[in-house]
């Protein structure tokens, strides 16, 4: 394997670890020094690939970023546009935080928590990919608007961050209270939401909608 690829290779499963780290104990926790005993290796072979701790925060946060798009908006674009394509990003959004993809949860709802206050490059980047995300909602919604399964006066930027807030009611109340029941409890609240203002029904899976 060429030296380029063995170095690209390395640097992926250290951001992959990364990113677990910083999901459970914090991104302004993240060290080189802390990244380094963790995996075994030396602090200089890490500078190697990260020359700050700042670096290396930014880095994981946007190998977070790429998992987030692998794990849901891309899969979620083979669903039908409309209300399938909507719901198929809500709940493999999710069910990807059910699935413990990022050891402490969702790593984004996690960081947000933590750089909400904090000035610098990597709250910016945060911030900037959470804007991001938004609008993927706010765009799945007015599709879904376009296509007639959602009735036409719905405000959709304000139903998005009706969404966005109960997700993140959703990962407190697991993070913090131990409730196994808070993301499918989300789910639920989500698809009352939704169906509030549909057109079509909508089921769990949401594939095969058929007009009312």
């Not at 849901?72 to 059910?98: N, Q, V």
């Not at 949860?105 to 945060?126: K, M, P």
Request: charged share 25%; glycine share 8%; with cysteine.
């Amino acid at each position: 394997m060429p030296r380029r690829a063995r170095g690209l290779r390395t640097r992926t499963a250290i951001l992959r670890r990364s990113v677990d780290l910083a999901s459970a104990e914090g991104l302004q926790g993240l060290t080189v020094g802390r990244l380094a005993d963790d995996l075994g290796m030396s602090k200089s072979g890490l500078f190697a690939h990260f020359g700050s701790k700042e670096e290396l925060q930014l880095a994981t946060v946007e190998m977070a970023r790429q998992i987030f798009i692998d794990q849901i908006t891309r899969p979620a674009l083979s669903a039908p546009k409309g209300m399938p394509r909507l719901w198929s990003i809500i709940d493999r959004w999710l069910a990807y935080i059910e699935r413990g993809i990022f050891k402490g949860g969702c790593f984004f709802t996690a960081a947000s928590f933590e750089f909400d206050s904090r000035r610098g490059a990597v709250r910016d980047r945060i911030a900037e990919i959470m804007r991001e995300w938004i609008g993927v909602l706010v765009r799945a919604l007015e599709q879904a608007q376009k296509e007639g399964h959602i009735v036409r006066d719905t405000d959709v930027t304000h139903l998005a961050f009706e969404i966005q807030s109960i997700a993140i009611g959703g990962h407190w109340a697991s993070q913090l209270l131990d409730d196994r029941q808070s993301y499918s409890r989300s789910r639920a609240v989500m698809l009352d939401k939704l169906r509030s203002v549909a057109t079509v029904p909508i089921t769990s899976s949401s594939n095969n909608l058929r007009p009312a």
